[in-house]
């Protein structure tokens, strides 16, 4: 059974960083996506980042594009995410993703499988 454990939120002031970090495991697949979702209080989750697991690809919606970094290491099957010049925008709880067909587009926000419980971000003005 494949497990998404998020860690790394917290509160911060307005223009500070965070990294958030998310292990899979219970899975076999070498090749897989990763992506980090958020969802605010009465908002729609909204995908924010994803990334091809030993690929190259990464995908960003528009808002984080230059602040937030997503990386993977894939020895620890971990991936993060920097989040740079925060601003209160960006409170949400994170969500981490995967999903395990081989090829995948990380940037194909709709057919993610598997979810974390979630990381809370919230940032202070």
């Known amino acids: 059974q494949v497990q998404l454990v998020e860690s790394g939120g917290g509160s911060v002031q307005a223009g500070g960083f965070l990294k958030l970090s998310c292990a899979a495991s219970?899975?076999?697949?070498?090749?897989?996506?990763m992506a980090w979702f958020r969802q605010a209080p009465g908002k729609e989750r909204e995908a924010v980042a994803g990334?091809?697991?030993?690929?190259?690809?990464?995908s960003y919606r528009d808002s984080v594009k230059g602040r937030f970094t997503i990386s993977q290491d894939t020895a620890k099957n971990t991936i993060y995410l920097q989040m740079n010049s925060l601003n209160p925008t960006d409170t949400a709880m994170y969500y981490c993703?995967?999903?395990?067909?081989?090829?995948?587009?990380?940037?194909?926000?709709?057919?993610?499988?598997?979810w974390g419980q979630g990381t809370q971000v919230t940032v202070s003005s």
């Open positions: 993703a995967a999903k395990f067909d081989t090829g995948c587009n990380p940037g194909i926000w709709t057919t993610y499988t598997d």
């Open positions: 990334i091809a697991v030993r690929g190259v690809m990464t």
């Open positions: 219970g899975h076999n697949n070498a090749r897989y996506c």
